[in-house]
């Protein structure tokens, strides 16, 4: 009799202590719950990515493949050890931004603001960089296999190194013969030569044949008129040249 009055008394006992137990356990579970949402809410938090704190390697670290983060702010973060692939980060911000071993396979980087960040051995594997600046940002170690860098800022960034020569271009067809062009003005007049040297003196000609003395007869005749006498005139001939 006095076991079965102790079985009661212990279950009236027990029953009297479930309340308590169970406001203990909902308290236990709202302060649980309070710490959860607090810590939630204190995790920084772009569209749909959530960036943890302080990321580990191996333990909690940012993951946000393929999401969408174009234009945002993102300076002040740590984004090591994170998964970035396949994001949308075209023009955004992340200047002095640590991504040490970020994996930003594929992802949009077009236009980004990345002077200062730390990239080394981030997996940037088919990431397109176009337009983005990289001004002195660490990219030591980083994997860059086909990443686009068409006209990146790339000024003092170190550990990029210059990529293979490309093939030498094909020679290009040669080109077709123009039309004639319209003929030129006429030229000026050229300048009067000097004179020209005198010539040497002709050698003397054969000689001509003799000339003959020809008579012209002259009759003399006085005052009056009467016949007083006649003589020769010469006169010379000169001579015939063949």
């Keep these: 009799m006095t076991k079965n009055v102790d079985k009661k008394a212990a279950l009236r006992v027990s029953a009297a202590r479930r309340p308590a137990v169970l406001v203990l356990s909902v308290v236990l579970a709202a302060m649980g719950l309070g710490a959860t949402a607090s810590m939630a809410s204190a995790a920084p938090k772009h ?5 943890v704190a302080n990321p580990e390697l191996a333990g909690r670290k940012t993951s946000c493949h393929g999401a969408n983060l174009s234009g945002e702010d993102l300076r002040g973060h740590n984004l090591s050890f994170a998964d970035l692939s396949g ?3 075209s023009g955004a911000d992340l200047r002095d931004v640590d991504l040490f071993m970020t994996n930003l396979t594929s992802a949009n980087l077009t236009g980004a603001k990345l002077s200062g960040a730390n990239l080394g051995l981030a997996n940037l594997v088919t990431a397109n960089l176009e337009n983005a600046n990289l001004t002195g940002a660490d990219l ?3 994997d860059v296999t086909r990443a686009n860098f068409t006209n990146a800022v790339v ?11 490309g093939p030498r271009g094909q020679q290009g067809e040669r080109g077709r013969v123009g039309p004639a062009g319209p003929a030129g003005p006429q030229g000026a007049q050229g300048e009067r030569g000097p004179r020209g040297h ?10 001509g044949r003799d000339g003959f ?5 002259h009759n003399h005749v006085d005052a009056f008129g009467n016949f007083t006498h006649s003589d020769c005139a010469e006169i010379h001939v000169p001579p015939v040249i063949n």
């Design 155 to 165: 000024n003092e960034a170190s550990g990029l190194v210059p990529g293979p020569k």
């Design 47 to 51: 569209g749909t990515c959530t960036i």
């Design 140 to 142: 030591r170690f980083a």
């Design 213 to 217: 003395m020809g008579c012209t007869l």
């Design 87 to 89: 994001a949308n980060l």
């Design 198 to 207: 005198q010539g040497d003196r002709g050698e003397p000609g054969p000689p």
